[in-house]
T-cell receptor
Framework: SAVISQKPSRDICQRGTSLTIQCQVD?????MFWYRQQPGQSLTLIAT?????????ESGFVIDKFPISRPNLTFSTLTVSNMSPEDSSIYLC?????????FGPGTRLTVT | GQNIDQPTEMTATEGAIVQINCTYQ??????LFWYQQHAGEAPTFLSY????GLEEKGRFSSFLSRSKGYSYLLLKELQMKDSASYLC???????????FGAGTTVTVRA
């Protein structure tokens, strides 16, 4: 199994600012993803973090708002840019090999 | 989304068995995950089914029928700590992305 850590675990940010969330996996993984989970709801995929190239975004998510980096096989960052209260959510990093997919502990973001 | 359907809530008593069903569209399907999520925590991987049949892991078992677009998670000998949300997630095509159901909240009562 893969152990995933995220930083920060939570933050309270002001409208219009940006926050970068870091994700570290303890072993090399094939795929890394970023998800969002609103309170009481299921997980929504934001994007697939591709090593050494631009991330692949899902419908409704764009690079200017959620820039993503993945410089190597074990690390990725997600930036939430120009934040608004609607961005308040839990952001989860996920890592997958062929038959297993694991999630980090999440970053709880509150935008005021 | 890929129309991943699962019941919203289920309640059972301690020591009992509960079966959580999940249906999905079969087109392009390549595998199904089950996760457990306690309130305020991240999802925890429970199982992955890619072939038809039953996979047993202790008190938890997962079943898949690819032709019917159907899976279930079976929780046996329920304990209070099993009270959680259970998420069904299906993969489609070859891109490793998962589509999640809305989750089933299981409440275990004494």
């Amino acid at each position: 199994s893969a152990v995933i850590s995220q930083k920060p675990s939570r933050d309270i940010c002001q409208r219009g600012t940006s926050l970068t969330i870091q994700c570290q996996v303890d072993s090399q993984v094939t795929m890394m993803f970023w998800y969002r989970q609103q309170p009481g709801q299921s997980l929504t995929l934001i994007a697939t973090a591709n090593q050494g190239s631009e991330a692949t975004y899902e419908s409704g998510f764009v690079i200017d708002k959620f820039p993503i980096s993945r410089p190597n096989l074990t690390f990725s960052t997600l930036t939430v840019s120009n934040m608004s209260p609607e961005d308040s959510s839990i952001y989860l990093c996920s890592a997958r090999n062929a038959y297993e997919q694991y999630f980090g502990p999440g970053t709880r973001l509150t935008v005021t | 989304g890929q129309n991943i359907d699962q019941p919203t809530e289920m309640t059972a008593t301690e020591g009992a068995i509960v079966q959580i069903n999940c249906t999905y569209q079969t087109s392009g399907f390549n595998g199904l995950f089950w996760y457990q999520q306690h309130a305020g925590e991240a999802p925890t991987f429970l199982s992955y089914n890619v072939l038809d049949g039953l996979e047993e892991k202790g008190r938890f078992s997962s079943f898949l029928s690819r032709s019917k677009g159907y899976s279930y998670l079976l929780l046996k000998e329920l304990q209070m700590k099993d009270s959680a949300s259970y998420l069904c997630a299906a993969g489609f095509s070859n891109d490793y992305k998962l589509s999640f159901g809305a989750g089933t909240t299981v409440t275990v009562r004494a």
